[in-house]
């Protein structure tokens, strides 16, 4: 990659991305958090925010599993194709079009997801984000998701958030970490375009 191309920002097509992934299970790191839960108690509605929700791909298992999910993208078409989804409940749906650096959240959440969603945060914007998902867990709430390396291949566009390990252990220390697993290797993105993947896969409990 030249040096013209690290200066240029990262622009993904969502549309393409949404088609590749479309029928896909939920994470691994959803379903590790999940199963950290006790069952529902009858009439027990635990409170869960799916951060670039997308489609649905992980908000509709939350959905099956009783809770309440507030969905939020930054995309109009991803919103749309969640509302179009004929195999969810929508009275536990609600559902938010707006994008990092104007998030705001609900108080006293049982689980924050956010999937591979949270690198395309602006640098600038991070720390805010990462306050705001912090305070709005509930003590022995969880949080599961994705954090990028400083060794991906996208760590040179500035307007994505990357990390090194010490930097996500340090953003982890209000949490007790359930599941940590690092990948660091070459491979292939959804639609089929190279990289190198450096990825922190998280659960974590807040303390």
Known sequence: MNDQQE???????????YQAVEGRPPRETLMTALARFDSLLANDRRLAVDLGCGDGRDTVEILKRGWRVLGIDGEEEAIARLQNRPDIDHNLLDTLVMRFENLALPESVDLINASFCLPFCPPEHFSSLWHKIVTALKTGGRFCGQLFGDRDSWAVYPNMSHHTRT???KLLQPFTVEFFQEEDHPGTTA????????????????Q
Request: net charge negative; aromatic share 16%; glycine share 4%.
């Open 167 to 169: 930097e996500v252990e």
């Open 7 to 17: 200066n240029q920002a990262f622009e993904r097509n969502w549309s393409a991305y």
């Open 191 to 206: 639609i089929g375009e190279q990289k190198h993947w450096h990825i922190f896969h998280i659960v974590a409990c807040k």
